[in-house]
């Protein structure tokens, strides 16, 4: 049985679905082992008949719901959301919010989450729905946003970095650098169309843009401090500050 199937004689589909969509690792080929299933659905009424616990996100309507079940004894989570909350999420990260200097400010952990995989959702209902609000998620200040937040994280790192490096601290640089660069690399791979956070999935990501600033040899090569000389750390702190100062200048951001 399809996995559209087993959600709906579990009855967590309902008629009037504008969408349910597979987000996620499995919706892009990247599940391993024990990886459990994501669903989104969304109708243009709130759905409670199925909800077992309720999430918040920032939004008018303060929650979503969540319902879990198995499928093929695969952990299946579906989140409900309401097609309002979609487009009031939308709404945050528009050209217009950007412009005010508001893109992305106000997101929840569980707007975050469901920008990152919302370009890669696998439509189980609503394809052409789900195909509307990719492309206009696509054609928003949404990656833009992401990029520039992470961007802002690595600034930090690398203050960090300096007055560690300033004050002789070198083994607590080093590790403020390796933040920097995971900052600097997430701002990269969301500016090309790929956003996240989650470690697990960086390489991954790194791969999918298949960008020359950074290629994945290259990220792996830093990330696993391969060229480290524990003899003389200050060379590798400054390659790696020196690689995160060239990525962050090819970020691209805004239209």
């Given at each position: 049985?399809?996995?559209?199937?087993?959600?709906?004689?579990?009855?967590?589909?309902?008629?009037?679905?504008?969408?349910?969509?597979?987000?996620?690792?499995?919706?892009?080929?990247w599940?391993h082992a024990?990886?459990?299933?994501?669903?989104?659905?969304?109708?243009?009424?709130?759905?409670t008949?199925?909800?077992?616990?309720?999430?918040?996100?920032?939004?008018?309507?303060?929650?979503?719901?969540?319902?879990?079940t198995?499928?093929?004894?695969?952990?299946?989570?579906?989140?409900?959301?309401?097609?309002?909350?979609?487009l009031?999420?939308?709404?945050?990260?528009?050209?217009?919010?950007?412009?005010?200097?508001?893109?992305?400010?106000?997101?929840?952990?569980?707007?975050?989450?469901?920008?990152?995989?919302?370009?890669?959702?696998?439509?189980?209902?609503?394809?052409?729905?789900?195909?509307?609000?990719?492309?206009?998620?696509?054609?928003?200040?949404a990656?833009?946003?992401?990029?520039?937040?992470?961007?802002?994280?690595?600034?930090?790192?690398?203050?960090?970095?300096?007055?560690?490096?300033?004050?002789?601290?070198?083994?607590?640089?080093?590790?403020?650098?390796?933040?920097a660069?995971?900052?600097?690399?997430?701002?990269?791979?969301?500016?090309?169309?790929s956003?996240?956070?989650?470690?697990?999935?960086?390489?991954?990501?790194v791969?999918?843009?298949?960008?020359?600033?950074?290629?994945?040899?290259?990220?792996?090569?830093?990330?696993?401090?391969?060229?480290?000389?524990?003899?003389?750390?200050?060379?590798?702190?400054?390659?790696?500050?020196y690689?995160?100062?060239?990525?962050?200048?090819?970020?691209?951001?805004?239209?």
């Amino acid at each position: 049985m399809t996995l559209l199937g087993h959600l709906d004689q579990a009855g967590l589909i309902p008629e009037q679905a504008l969408g349910a969509l597979l987000v996620g690792s499995q919706a892009r080929g990247w599940q391993h082992a024990r990886s459990d299933l994501d669903v989104v659905v969304v109708s243009p009424n709130t759905w409670t008949a199925t909800v077992q616990s309720q999430q918040p996100v920032a939004l008018t309507q303060s929650s979503i719901g969540v319902a879990v079940t198995a499928v093929d004894g695969v952990l299946c989570e579906v989140k409900y959301w309401t097609e309002a909350q979609i487009l009031e999420m939308l709404d945050k990260v528009s050209w217009a919010a950007w412009d005010a200097g508001n893109a992305g400010a106000a997101l929840s952990t569980n707007e975050a989450y469901l920008i990152e995989r919302l370009p890669h959702a696998v439509a189980l209902v609503g394809a052409e729905w789900a195909n509307d609000i990719t492309d206009r998620l696509r054609d928003s200040a949404a990656l833009s946003s992401f990029a520039l937040a992470c961007l802002t994280r690595a600034d930090y790192s690398l203050d960090d970095v300096s007055g560690l490096w300033q004050s002789g601290d070198v083994r607590s640089a080093l590790l403020a650098a390796q933040r920097a660069f995971v900052h600097v690399t997430d701002a990269l791979t969301a500016s090309l169309g790929s956003p996240g956070t989650d470690s697990k999935w960086r390489l991954r990501r790194v791969e999918s843009v298949n960008s020359d600033t950074l290629t994945a040899d290259e990220f792996w090569r830093l990330t696993t401090m391969q060229d480290f000389d524990a003899q003389q750390p200050e060379s590798w702190l400054n390659l790696l500050v020196y690689r995160c100062s060239q990525i962050m200048l090819d970020v691209r951001l805004g239209r």
